[in-house]
Every structure is written in C-alpha cells, then in structure tokens.
C-alpha cells in the first residue's frame, strides 16, 4: 500500500508521455550496455522505493505506538503492519538489495557512455545526481553498520535518500541540461 502509488505514478507518467509516431532510436541508444544500465538502475531505485515505503510505514506504527501509551497494540489499518523492528531490518535489506544494484547501473552506465560518447565519465547532471544518489545510500549504510543507526533515523534517511532518487530521475531530466537530454524528449 505504501510502495503501489509510486508505481501508479510512475506508470501513469510513461503513458501520458507516450507517442504514437515511431521513430528509429538516436545512435547512443544503440547499445546493450543501455540496456544492462536502465534494468539495473531501475531495479536499485524499485528497492529504493520499497525502502522508503517500509520507512513510512515505521514512522506511522511508531507515532501510533507513542501516542498509545497505555501498551496496548494499535488498533485499524496500523495494527495490521508489522512490528517496528521488522520493519527497521525490511528497510535495511531494500537498500542492501539496492546499494549494489545502483552500483552495477552505474558502472555499466559508464561502460554505455564510452560506447556512446567515447568517455567513460563526462559529470553531465544526470551522472553527477547518479554518484550523489550512491554517495547518500553509501552514508545510509556507513551510519547504519558503522554508527548503528536504526530506527528513526534510518527511516528518515532512506525517505531522504528516495527523494534524491526522485529529483535525479525526474528532476535532473527536466530541469538540468546534458547528454541525457534525449530522456526529456
């Protein structure tokens, strides 16, 4: 329930921006690295929006929780979540799942660019957000393992960490020039 919405945007977006003209694909898309590149991208950021989901979650069943002081287990839609340390480890584990997935994306994102564009690293917006987006889950999982960051904190980070993925998916798209220019078009 937490997860499904960004889906349905998600899937509602790609239709209304659907074409009916074909029109044959600009060289640079030309490649099974872009192929390797936005299956692995997208399957990082699908884990990351689970994460941010279960974090959402965790912070209604634990303000649920503070607010009924008297221990009794919550009652409606809340009682129906899991506990909170479930939720906490299912938070942990999405972005365990989708830290490495990221990390292929934009390996073989750079292995596409050299095909593409002859560099493997150019710092064009949509690349320079991609390492920002890695640098803010790397942190999550340095605070966590290292800092033993768990909790509200975590929950946070990643609801954080998603909104960077949002803003270097559709913001960077639409708002900042560079080669990935033909994604906004």
Not at 9 to 35: C, F, H, K, Y
Not at 135 to 150: D, K, N, P, S, T
Request: proline share 4%; with cysteine.
């Amino acid at each position: 329930a937490f997860v499904v919405p960004f889906a349905f945007l998600g899937m509602t977006w790609a239709q209304l921006r659907l074409s009916d003209a074909i029109e044959p694909l600009v060289p640079a898309l030309q490649s099974n690295w872009l192929t390797y590149h936005v299956v692995t991208c997208f399957l990082g950021y699908a884990a990351f929006a689970v994460a941010c989901g279960v974090s959402v979650m965790y912070l209604i069943k634990v303000g649920k929780e503070e607010k009924n002081a008297s221990g009794s287990p919550a009652g409606g839609i809340v009682g129906l979540f899991p506990n909170a340390k479930v939720l906490d480890d299912i938070n942990y584990k999405a972005i365990m799942i989708g830290f490495p997935l990221l990390s292929l994306g934009i390996i073989t994102g750079a292995a596409w660019a050299n095909y593409a564009w002859g560099t493997y690293w150019s710092w064009d917006p949509k690349e320079t957000w991609a390492l920002i987006t890695w640098l803010v889950y790397a942190g999550y999982l340095h605070m966590r393992i290292a800092r033993g960051w768990r909790g509200r904190r975590a929950a946070w980070f990643a609801i954080l960490g998603f909104g960077v993925v949002i803003f270097t998916f559709f913001g960077v798209t639409y708002l900042l020039p560079g080669l990935h220019a033909y994604a906004a078009g």
